[in-house]
Every structure is written in C-alpha cells, then in structure tokens.
C-alpha cells in the first residue's frame, strides 16, 4: 500500500511526501504520480496483449494444436558488411524464414486491443481458455506470455502478470493467429522462378 501524504515544497512542482505502509521510510514523489493515480485503474492498465518490440524480441515459441515451434533471431552481416537481422524455426526442424513475415506477426501480437478486463472470471473453460488456439511465449529484455481462445463469437486471453481475463477485439485476434499459422519456410532463388 502506497500512502502519499502533504506537499513536499511549493505547490507549482506537485511533489509529495509518500512512504510505503509498513516502512518509516518516506520519499518525495513527483505529482504527476498522484495525477496518475487519480485517473483509476481502467486507464492505467495495458491496454494491448502484449507490448512486444521486434527489436528487442530474442525469440517466441507457439503452442497451437499440441504442437510447439520455437523462432529464434540472429544477426548476419550481408555482402556490403551491414549487420541484417534474420528469422528461423529452430524446433521442431530447422528453416529460415521471411524476415518481414515474422516481423509483421510480431507486429500484429503488440497491435492486439484489449475491449474489456473481466477482473472476476469464471471458470477458463467458460472463455474456451480451458484449451487455448494458441500460447505465445516472448522472449525479450523482459519474458511474457498470452494464451489466446476462440468461443462463440468473442475472443478471450489470458496473459503473465495478469489475473484478469481478457476480451479481446476479435479482428486483430484473428488476424495475429493467422500471421501466426502462416510463419513459412523462406523461398530458395530457385523456389522462387
């Protein structure tokens, strides 16, 4: 429990005495913090799945069907000497992949929006988590997870550290498990012709 007490010098700055509940200790906090604070917790909660950065992104792995894939990233210097970022399905076989196509899904995961938080769930069965489409698991600076489930028309998830579950927008749901299931094998020049 935070507690935030008086000012803690002129009123212009907003700064103010603020200590945890079961410390001595007391801090001064700017006032934007207490201007926060009083917008609630609806709008200070992340309003996407997940906020994933490609550029961060080290790797995921999808569970979907039974089925886990690993995608790993690593750095490759062309024929000019630049430094390009490259994609690969390491489990369960070894292929390089569209860069941009894996990008795009990556992309899709942090452009999905959260419509509504059930604070209160019922049962994960009730919200067809009990067996999820699909799991995600991002590894970054800082690891996360969502697990995504289609039941009747509506799409729900669950995610790391949250308890809620999550109504999603069913459109940009849809739209990420199919950039998802469509992470294919790159095309050899001879593919291509």
Request: charged share 35%.
């Amino acid at each position: 429990t935070l507690q935030i007490g008086g000012l803690a010098g002129d009123e212009e700055d907003g700064k103010r005495h603020a200590r945890e509940k079961s410390s001595s200790l007391v801090a001064v906090i700017p006032g934007a913090i207490v201007t926060d604070l009083e917008k609630g917790m609806g709008e200070l909660r992340a309003k996407k799945l997940l906020e994933v950065a490609t550029y961060d992104t080290e790797g995921f792995d999808v569970d979907s069907e039974g089925a886990t894939e690993t995608y790993a990233k690593s750095t490759a210097e062309d024929d000019v000497g630049l430094d390009q970022t490259r994609w690969k399905r390491t489990a369960p076989d070894e292929v390089e992949l569209e860069t941009t196509t894996v990008e795009d899904a990556l992309f899709k995961l942090s452009g999905v929006e959260i419509l509504e938080f059930l604070d209160q769930p019922s049962e994960p069965a009730a919200y067809g988590l009990d067996a999820p489409a699909l799991r995600i698991a991002v590894r970054a600076k800082t690891d996360s997870w969502a697990e995504i489930a289609r039941k009747d028309d509506d799409v729900y998830a669950r995610r790391s550290g949250d308890d809620a579950v999550l109504k999603l927008d069913p459109t940009k749901a849809n739209e990420l498990i199919e950039a998802l299931e469509g992470l294919e094998p790159q095309k050899t020049a001879e593919e291509s012709d």
